[in-house]
Structure formats: structure tokens, C-alpha cells
């Protein structure tokens, strides 16, 4: 590890001592008629001055509560709610231990028509199915973005990546209103949209299509935030616009406009950048600067990023993206509900990479070195829409197109060489292709549903289609040179043209019968129908025309691989109060059917298999849930699985499909206990799961003595993974003086992974243990403090003796601070270490980031002008060490580096005043 010493004191701050009285008060909530306990009622004390939120509690099923806090104020309010009943509250002086008399409250009557009866606001509210949050109860920074305001809430936790989970479950979704904002992608409302402007948070269990019009309760396994903005923000408009410029030609632009007016909703949203960046945060610090760690995203396996439905860019490195977008929403209660975006994206991605590859084998192992330089660029138009109608009470239809054109264009030079035990070059290859893609998408998905009485009995019918076209031209050119004792020289120069087309329509109908109140049988039947072809045209160049007209029959193929699943069911669910479960068996009746008119092949196989789902949900009170599910489902080789052709893009590995491939069959079980304090601002969450396939399809390669190999595909049976872990956290609040807010998350996966090299089965074994604590400490809302340590343990272990076991870790430290003083100054850090063990030579192991940025608010908090740094030490590398079943492998890329931005922030406000008719507005300003 290299040694570095960096003074680093991030901030001078010494804020006032104030003396605070500690106190603590219990009690006992019940109904005044029945005299029983009232469980799950909000208890919150608050300041008399301003309403400050200073602690707390939710009773428990004795109806008791307790709150603990400090209070500077020799009076302070207690209130006491509960949906239903009537409002109490009471001012008390905040003694060292307070215990209250049994407090009886009495249930709301019912409103009189033309009569509002309006009551204070508990910070949090605990419904059947839903949790409650007055956004306004949690105090954040002026302006704060939706984001800051959920950190706040007790059991939300938000990663780096902007990843939200509630009590460890992963929020898979956002709304406004109910309504879907701009994209399903949780990140783009929580960015983007001040909390100033929001009433309530409310958090419930996600929901299908038929859970919401039946009224069934969501299977707990993801959640739903829908954010519901206050009355006198409910028509006007909200608009931001930021740019900046900097070093190395840097920069960044974005814009957002909302247009609200009741139930409708407009939005426009433009950005460039070349920093990385989807362009969709106003974050007053950390937007155009991302994360240290990643130089500005999450990348994914194939490489780009995405961001909802959009994606940007084809693989690691940097990215230019530029995107112009709007939406619109609407709803009638009861009638219809309607939402839809349309996006135009262009991106262009620059990557330059080496990779150091040692290729395992049964009797010894070889090397190969990889160095590649990637251009290319892509546009895409794409749109889709939401629409929901209510006929009327007992039958509802839905509909969600989407259409995607796209065009790209790319350039890869690679070079790489093979090397043996006594580094000598056994083969090397060099090459450029270019490819030009057009891809036009559409999909649909039509329901109907319809219930047949009151009891529970519904029909739903159910009908999708996907329609893919891809059209591609690639030009390659390669020299492939073997040494050694028969040394030869190939080369390679052919232009491919390849058409591909992918057509799949399913019908699922589905009927519900109720067998007693809290039992239901389901009947459904689905058929699908799915054809895939593929038609790719070799021609070589012709020395003498100086064309490419020579066509090459052994490299072309026109492939069609269909296959049509007919998929009755029967299933049976239980619902009651504490316990919910259900378990389905799907026949499936399958036909695969592929042939290739080029090569004269046909392959046909029919089969049956048995296939179940289930879950069980089982609640132990308001705090603590255990869920049990198991699923099978089959998945399908694709189509360069299947092609029974030869790949020769990279002419040191030779692919070749197999056609007599056979589905897989996966297996997944998953398993987890929930229980969340409210009352002491404690979660845990223990989580497992297995992963179990039969029939996958994976590679059998063949190596010769030049060190080519030629690999194809089988099927195996054996592979697995399994996960567990653990997430742990706890608040700490002093009324308004501080918050610190703590996790633990062990984490352990093991795989096993298999696969054929030169006719033997090859084993990786694999486990990582990555425990992980986090803290973010909090004072006065004037400074913020977040420090989190992971460490990562890596050992993969192989079936054959001569093969030694592969051990490394990686440590990654960070620590992230704003400071919110002196007034109108933002100054925030952002410092990471990372430690990769292990990786080969002329591979950077370690390095520190740290980005910094400080933004000053003027002109009223009209702007903010803002100052950043990113990679301030210019350390910033992309190193990392993977291992599968036959290699382990070095990796470093191009990566975003040092530079520094200078950027202006406006935001502007115009709402009707206490939600009056639209000429009778004031405009406010935010910052």
C-alpha cells in the first residue's frame, strides 16, 4: 500500500453552549367510551413559539408511551392524535420525569357538509396500510430537496447512489399526487423537487395493477413513496435552472419547470453535461460534482448509466449525455388517471482500457493482455404513457405504451497478446470495428379487470406485446499473428450486416373465488407466443473491386428461434389481519422450435414442467414482520447462444452457438424478519437468499497450443448463490440540537460457478463478506457529518488441485461533510479512500478522492453561485480484480479526473396564494 499523509481539518466551528433541560414523560393513551388502549396513536412534544418538533413516540398495544428529549424552554406543548380521534393537546413544564394522567380521547364526529374542521398535525401517522409523514414536523435546511427531508424520517436510509430503502426494503417507486413524475426512477423526484413544497410523505407497500383495484395489500417486498404537495402549492408553477463551466472544458447545464393546477401536472426538463452527470439533481453542493468514488455514477455490467427508462452512454468511462424531456399527468378520481413523457437523449462515451487476464486451465494457465481504446455515441426518441380508466365502479381498464427509436454509432481498436509461464508471446491479435445501429422498440400492455360483486370475485384479462427491430452494419479488420515454432498470419477484413427482429405477444386470464372471507381460489390461464430471428450476412473484402461483395456462407446465418408456452394455473391465498400467504402451481406446456435456413439445421423439443410461486407474510405487531417466498420460472438462451455459427470478432476466442440448448430452470428463495422501533428510532433487518438453476447455460471452451480458443455453450446443473445479511440502525435525537443516526450492514454471498475448459469441469467457489458501518451526525441543521467504512473479503477456491485459491480485499473509507455556516455559505467535502489488495503489477492499488464545493446564496435566496473541486488530489483511478470460474482478472479504465467548476443556481416560485383562482398569485423566491 503506498503511504500518504494528508492534513486534512475540515471545519473550525464552535457553536454556543445553550443549558437544556433532560426530560422524560410516559403515560397511557385509551378511548374515552370503551375505556380500551388506543395502539399506534402519534405523542409529540413541540415548542410554543414556533412549533418546532423536539421528540416523539408512537404507543404501543397497552397504549402506552414514553419521550425522552431536552427542551431549552421552560414550557413546552404535548399533543396527542390519532386518525379518527380528536386532537388534544396540553402545555406542561418539561420536568426530569413526567408521568401523565391516563389520556382519554374521543373519536372524531362526522363533518357536517359546508363545515372544515381543521386540527394540528401529528409528525407521523400510523394507518392500516400506510405510514404518514407531515413533512413540515422534520426540521431540515431552508429549501432543502425532497431527499434531505426523507433522511430525516426514522427507518429511511439514502446511499450514495441516491438508493432509498424504508426498515431495509428497497423503494422502488415515487409519486406525486399518486401520480407518476417524469419516471419510475425514485431518484429523479427526490432530486429534484424542493420539500418547502410537500405536505405529507406517506410510505406504503408496493402494489400490482390488481392489488390497487382490488384492494389487497402489497406483498412487502418493495415500497412506495407517494408525496403529496401542500393545498396553496397545488397550483402555480416551480422552476430551476443551473449551469457551470470549468477546467478541461467542463461543463454542466440543467433545467426543470413544473406547471401545477390541482390534479394536473406539466413538466419540462432539459440537460447537458460531460461530467458524468444525468443532469436531473439541483443539489446545492454535491450536483456536477457526483461521487468521488465513481466519478460521477454507478456504471453497470454492460457499461452506460441510466437513469429511470433513459440510459446514457455505452460503457465505463467518461460520458457526454444531453436529454429534453416532458411529461404530463392528470387524474379524475373515480373516471381516469393518466401520465406521460416523452425524451429525446443523446450521449457520446470516450473509455481506454487494460485488462491482465490470467486463463485458468487444468493442467496450467496462461496470460493474455488487453489494451482497448472505445468511441461511439447513441440518440434515442423514446415515449410512454400511463392511462387508467374507471367505466365505473366495477371495471377498470389500463394501458402503458412505450416506443423507442434509436441510433449509434462505435469504434473499437483492440490490441491483445497471449503470453505462457515464461512470458513469452505466444499470439497476438490487433483490430478495429465499427458498428451503425438503428433499433426501433414498441411494447403494450392492455388490462382489463372487473369485479363480479361485493364478495371478492373479479375476472382480469391481461394482454402484452413487445416488437423489436435491430438493424446493424459492422465493419471489422484484424491481423491475428501466431509465433513460435509455426508461425503464421491471418487476417481478417469483412463487412456483417445483421437483422434481427423480436416479436412476443401474451394473453393471461385470470379469474378470483372467494371460498370464505378470508380465503380465495384463483383459475388463470396465459399463452405466449415468441419469435426471435436473425439474419446475419458476411462479406469479405474483395481485393480486386476493393468492396465487400464476397459473400461468406460459413459465417452467415438466417436464424429463427420461436418457442409458445401454454400456462394454466391454480392458486390459493389467505389474508387475514396478522398472516397472509399464497401458493400457485403454473403448468407450462412449452414448444421450442429453432432452425437455420443458411446452414440447413433444425432443432424441435417439447417439454412440461411444473412451476410454483408462494409467499407468507406473517406480522408479529406493529414492529416486527417475517416473509418467506419461493419462486421457479424458466428463462430462455439467447439468440448468439443458440446461433449455430462461428463469432469471429475476437479471433483469439471463437465463439459458436449451440441450437440444442435447453431452458433454464431457476429456483429463488427468499427470506426475511423485520422489526422496527418507532418509539426508540431502532430497525433490523435480517435478509436471505438462495439461487439455485438447472440447465444453465454456460461456456465450454477449448484451448489449443497457440493459445486460440474456440468456445461454445452447454447446459449444467449445480450453480447456485446464496446471500445473507443484516442492516442495523439507530437514531439519537436531542429535540433540535443534534441527531445521529448509525447502521451496521453485514453482508456474506457465496456462488458456486461451473463451467468445460479443454473437456475437464472446471469449479470457482466464491464467497465475499463485506461487513459495512455507517454514521451521520447532525447538529442544529448547521452541520452535517457522514463517515462509513466497508471492508471486503474476497476468496474464490476451485475444484482442481494445481488451481491455488484466490484471496483479496478492498477497503473503501469515506467521510462527507456540509457546513451550513456562516449564513448564506454551503461548504461541503466529499473524501474517500479505496484500497484494492491484490491486483497485478502496473495496477494502482490505492487512492484517496476528495471533492469539494462551497456555494453563497444571494439576492434574497434568489441564486446560489457555487464553487467546486472534484478529484481536488488528482488521484482518481478505476482499478478493480474480478474472478470466475477460469480467470481472474486486472482492470483499469478511463475515469473522470481533476477538475474544477464555477456554476450559478436560480430557482423561482409562483403559487396562487392559499390555493385562490390563478390571477391571484405571489411569486416566491427559494434558494
Known amino acids: ?299 453497470n455490467n454492460n457499461g452506460g448509466f441510466s437513469i429511470g427508462n433513459l440510459s446514457f452512454g455505452f460503457g465505463q468511462g467518461i460520458t457526454t449525455s444531453s436529454t429534453l424531456g416532458g411529461s404530463y399527468a392528470n387524474q379524475e378520481k373515480n373516471v381516469y388517471k393518466m401520465d406521460g413523457n416523452y425524451f429525446y437523449t443523446y450521449s457520446g462515451s470516450q473509455n481506454e482500457e487494460r485488462t491482465f487476464r490470467e486463463n485458468l486451465l487444468p493442467d496450467n494457465h496462461f496470460f493474455t493482455e488487453t489494451e482497448s481504446n472505445f468511441e461511439g455515441n447513441t440518440s434515442t426518441n423514446q415515449g410512454t404513457a400511463n392511462l387508467e380508466f374507471d367505466i365505473d365502479k366495477s371495471l377498470r381498464i389500463t394501458a402503458k405504451p412505450s416506443l423507442n427509436f434509436n441510433r449509434a454509432r462505435s469504434t473499437d481498436y483492440n490490441l491483445s497478446s497471449s503470453y505462457d509461464d515464461d512470458d513469452q508471446v505466444i499470439n497476438q491479435n490487433i483490430s478495429r470495428e465499427t458498428n451503425e445501429a438503428y433499433q426501433r422498440k414498441f411494447s403494450n400492455e392492455i388490462r382489463i379487470l372487473k369485479k363480479l360483486d361485493s364478495l371478492g370475485r373479479y375476472v382480469s384479462l391481461v394482454f402484452e406485446n413487445q416488437n423489436d427491430i435491430n438493424d446493424v452494419t459492422s465493419k471489422l479488420y484484424s491481423q491475428r499473428e501466431i509465433f513460435g515454432s509455426n508461425p503464421s498470419v491471418e487476417l481478417l477484413d469483412q463487412q456483417s450486416l445483421i437483422n434481427s427482429a423480436n416479436d412476443r405477444y401474451n394473453i393471461n386470464v385470470r379469474y378470483r373465488q372467494p371460498l370464505s372471507k378470508n380465503l380465495i381460489m384463483e383459475f388463470g390461464y396465459g399463452f405466449e407466443n415468441w419469435l426471435q430471428t436473425n439474419t446475419r450476412t458476411v462479406f469479405e473484402k474483395n481485393p480486386t473491386l476493393e468492396d465487400y461483395s464476397d459473400f461468406d456462407s460459413s459465417l452467415s446465418s438466417d436464424f429463427k428461434f420461436s418457442t409458445k408456452q401454454h400456462l394454466p394455473s391454480l392458486g390459493l391465498r389467505y389474508n387475514a389481519k396478522k398472516i397472509s400467504f399464497n401458493i400457485t402451481a403454473v403448468f407450462n406446456r412449452l414448444n421450442m422450435d429453432n432452425r437455420d435456413d443458411f446452414q440447413e439445421s433444425t432443432y424441435d423439443r417439447d417439454s412440461d414442467k411444473l412451476l410454483f410461486e408462494s409467499f407468507l407474510n406473517y406480522s408479529l405487531g406493529n414492529n416486527k414482520r417475517l416473509s418467506l417466498s419461493y419462486r421457479s420460472n424458466l428463462s430462455f438462451p439467447t439468440i448468439q447462444q443458440l446461433q449455430p455459427i462461428a463469432n469471429v470478432n475476437n479471433p483469439l476466442n471463437i465463439v459458436t452457438g449451440n441450437p440444442r440448448l435447453l431452458p433454464q430452470t431457476n429456483h429463488h428463495i427468499y427470506f426475511s424478519f423485520n422489526n422496527y422501533n418507532w418509539r426508540d428510532r431502532t430497525g433490523f433487518l435480517l435478509y436471505s437468499g438462495f439461487d439455485m438453476q438447472d440447465n444453465q447455460v454456460v461456456t465450454s471452451t477449448e484451448t489449443s497450443e497457440d493459445l486460440v480458443r474456440t468456445t461454445t455453450y452447454t447446459n449444467v446443473s449445480g450453480n ?181 467548476m464555477g456554476s450559478l443556481t436560480i430557482k423561482f416560485d409562483s403559487f396562487a396564494k392559499n390555493g385562490a383562482k390563478k390571477e391571484q398569485k405571489r411569486t416566491i423566491f427559494r434558494l
Open 1 to 299: 500500500m503506498k503511504s500518504y499523509f494528508i492534513c486534512f481539518f475540515a471545519f473550525v466551528f464552535c457553536p454556543p453552549i445553550i443549558n437544556a433541560q433532560e426530560f422524560h414523560i410516559r403515560g397511557r393513551v385509551i378511548d374515552s367510551i370503551s375505556k380500551t388502549p388506543l395502539e399506534a396513536a402519534t405523542v409529540h412534544t413541540e415548542t410554543l413559539s414556533d412549533s418546532t418538533l423536539i421528540q416523539y413516540a408512537i404507543t404501543d398495544v397497552d397504549g402506552r408511551y414514553s419521550i425522552k428529549g431536552r427542551a431549552v424552554h421552560r414550557k413546552i406543548r404535548i399533543v396527542f392524535s390519532f386518525n379518527g380521534y380528536k386532537t388534544i393537546e396540553k402545555i406542561i413544564e418539561p420536568l426530569s420525569n413526567t408521568n401523565m394522567d391516563l389520556v382519554y380521547m374521543v373519536e372524531q364526529a362526522e363533518q357536517l357538509e359546508g363545515v372544515s374542521i381543521i386540527g394540528r398535525r401529528a409528525p407521523i401517522t400510523i394507518k392500516k396500510d400506510t405510514l404518514e409523514f407531515n413533512a413540515a414536523s422534520f426540521k431540515t435546511r431552508p429549501d432543502a430537496t425532497v431527499e434531505e427531508v426523507l433522511k430525516k424520517l426514522p427507518g429511511v436510509e439514502i446511499d450514495s447512489d441516491g438508493r432509498i430503502t424504508v426498515n431495509g426494503k428497497e423503494v422502488d417507486k415515487v409519486l406525486v399526487n399518486g401520480q407518476v413524475f417524469f419516471s419510475s426512477d425514485p431518484k429523479v423526484a427526490t432530486k429534484s423537487l424542493p420539500k418547502e413544497i410537500i405536505n405529507t410523505i406517506q410510505i406504503t407497500d408496493t402494489k400490482t395493477k390488481e392489488q390497487e383495484f382490488t384492494g389487497d395489500a402489497g406483498d412487502g417486498n418493495t415500497k412506495t413513496i407517494n408525496l403529496t404537495l401542500k393545498e396553496d402549492k397545488n397550483r402555480g408553477y416551480m422552476g430551476r435552472l443551473s449551469g457551470g463551466y470549468g477546467t478541461d472544458d467542463r461543463y454542466q447545464a440543467n433545467g426543470l419547470m413544473n406547471y401545477f393546477n390541482d390534479t394536473e401536472r406539466i413538466s419540462l426538463i432539459g440537460s447537458s453535461n460531460n461530467v458524468n452527470n444525468p443532469g436531473f439533481s439541483f443539489d446545492e453542493i454535491y450536483e456536477m460534482v457526483g461521487s468521488a468514488r465513481s466519478g460521477g455514477l454507478s456504471f
Open 720 to 900: 447456485y448463490g446464496s446471500y445473507t445479511g443484516i442492516t442495523y440502525s439507530r437514531e439519537i435525537k436531542k429535540d433540535s440540537t443534534f441527531t445521529l443516526k448509525y447502521n451496521l450492514r453485514p453482508y456474506l454471498y457465496i456462488n458456486k460457478a461451473i463451467g468445460f475448459t479443454n473437456g475437464s469441469r472446471l469449479e470457482a467457489n466464491q464467497i465475499n463478506i463485506r461487513p459495512r458501518v455507517g454514521f451521520t451526525f447532525n447538529f442544529k441543521e448547521l452541520i452535517e457529518i457522514e463517515p462509513e467504512y466497508t471492508y471486503n473479503i474476497y476468496r474464490t477456491s476451485y475444484n482442481l488441485e494445481n488451481l491455488s485459491d484466490v484471496d483479496f480485499i478492498r477497503q473503501d473509507l469515506s467521510l462527507k461533510t456540509t457546513l451550513y455556516w456562516p449564513r448564506n455559505v454551503i461548504w461541503g467535502n466529499d473524501v474517500a479512500y479505496i484500497y484494492n489488495g491484490n491486483v497485478g503489477q502496473g495496477f494502482d492499488k490505492d487512492a484517496i478522492y476528495w471533492n469539494m464545493s462551497i456555494g453563497f446564496q444571494f439576492m434574497k435566496k434568489l441564486a446560489t453561485l457555487k464553487f467546486l473541486a472534484f478529484d481536488l488530489l488528482n488521484q482518481n483511478i478505476n482499478t478493480r480484480r474480478t474472478t470466475g470460474q477460469d480467470f481472474i482478472q486486472d482492470y483499469q479504465g478511463t475515469v473522470l479526473k481533476q477538475y474544477f
